[in-house]
């Protein structure tokens, strides 16, 4: 089992849907969750990060943390064509400051 | 935030030659550190960059291969060694600033 599984998609969706994506890990230990988003032919983004359970809202972004299912989830509300992108989860012990373990990507497509 | 460049941001090289990418940080960032990104897998680490002392690297890399420096707190090299057609990735540099990673645009090597 890969210490973090993300579904790679891809993910097709029409303008202003709701677009949910989603991580689980196996690491137990892990305490620090974020979400990048990389567009094509660039570096992964910083979107969010999270410690430990619960939600953080930014703008039209929601990050959400289940540790007790080892579950994380990014929303995005109102999507819109510039939100097409992958989307990577990736998650630590102590926070950036170490080793990010990451999910494949999800590939997002928004259309017009 | 921090903002992270690299040089060369892509190059074609032949098999049995070697390349070494830079990476500059507009900030003196606690931790730097080096991924690999090979289609429709995860970012994988290659190794921790420590200023001023050997480089810590994941199981599966070896510094024969990537010799890596670190000079002072805003700078690192990564070099790939002898290499072969595997080697062909996008190679991504990052530095740590409190609890966020933050990510260079890549090197995008193909070697023939």
């Known amino acids: 089992q890969k210490e973090v599984e993300q579904d790679p998609g891809p993910l097709s969706v029409p303008e202003g849907a709701i677009v949910s994506l989603n991580c689980t890990y196996s690491?137990?230990?892990?305490?620090?969750f974020m979400w990048y988003r990389q567009y094509s032919r660039k570096g992964p983004e910083l979107l969010m990060y999270?410690?430990?359970?619960g939600n953080k809202e930014d703008g039209r972004f929601t990050a959400q943390v289940d540790k007790s299912s080892k579950y994380i989830s990014l929303f995005i509300r109102d999507s819109q064509p510039s939100d097409s992108a992958t989307y990577l989860c990736?998650?630590?012990?102590?926070?950036?400051?170490?080793?990010?373990?990451f999910g494949k990507g999800t590939k997002l497509t928004v259309n017009p | 935030s921090a903002v992270i460049s690299q040089k060369p941001s892509r190059d074609i090289c032949q098999r049995g030659t070697s390349l070494t990418i830079q990476c500059q940080v507009d900030?003196?960032?606690?931790?730097m550190f080096w991924y690999r990104q090979q289609p429709g897998q995860s970012l994988t680490l290659i190794a921790t960059?420590?200023?001023?002392?050997?480089?810590?690297?994941e199981s599966g890399f070896v510094i024969d291969k990537f010799p890596i420096s670190r000079p002072n707190l805003t700078f690192s090299t990564l070099t790939v060694s002898n290499m072969s057609p595997e080697d062909s990735s996008i190679y991504l540099c990052?530095?740590?600033?409190?609890?966020?990673?933050?990510f260079g645009p890549g090197t995008r090597l193909t070697v023939t």
């Open positions: 990052s530095g740590a600033l409190g609890y966020e990673q933050y």
């Open positions: 900030s003196q960032v606690t931790m």
């Open positions: 999270t410690y430990s359970s």
């Open positions: 990736a998650m630590s012990v102590t926070g950036g400051s170490e080793k990010l373990v």
């Open positions: 960059a420590n200023q001023g002392s050997e480089a810590t690297y």
């Open positions: 690491n137990s230990a892990f305490q620090y």
